[in-house]
């Protein structure tokens, strides 16, 4: 299922294009940039990556949250843009869901960014350093 994961990626940033109607949403460059360096073997970033996509899950869910009791206590001309645009962005929160988890349980480094976390925090606003992984040659 791991070997697919880039899938996942790309729906995602397929169905942000949809929510572009009444959100601005942030999920297309994120996650356009997520698949350019998933697998790049001269960037080792899957922490930073993981951490990215983990808050970025919990902005989805304030947002869905947030909009969804707002537009849902008005009636407007644009009811079914707005409600579209919550039913697709739940869909991308599941997707990306499935896509943490998926990460967590089969990338090591996935794996270390919570088993390891107060050592993750410094290196997360520190940066990598030449002991933090292996360096390419």
Not at 10 to 19: D, K, R
Request: net charge neutral; with cysteine; proline share 2%.
């Amino acid at each position: 299922m791991i070997e697919h994961i880039n899938k996942f990626f790309m729906a995602v940033i397929v169905l942000s294009l949809f929510t572009y109607f009444e959100r601005p949403d942030y999920n297309l460059p994120l996650f356009a940039f997520i698949i350019l360096l998933w697998d790049n073997a001269y960037v080792k970033q899957k922490t930073r990556i993981w951490y990215l996509m983990a808050v970025s899950l919990l902005v989805d869910l304030i947002w869905i949250i947030y909009w969804s009791v707002t537009w849902g206590g008005y009636k407007n001309n644009e009811a079914g843009l707005c409600n579209f645009t919550v039913f697709i962005s739940v869909v991308i929160f599941i997707i990306k869901l499935v896509i943490i988890i998926l990460t967590f349980v089969k990338v090591d480094d996935c794996k270390r960014a919570v088993s390891e976390l107060s050592s993750n925090i410094k290196y997360v606003f520190k940066g990598p350093t030449a002991t933090g992984y292996d360096q390419l040659e």
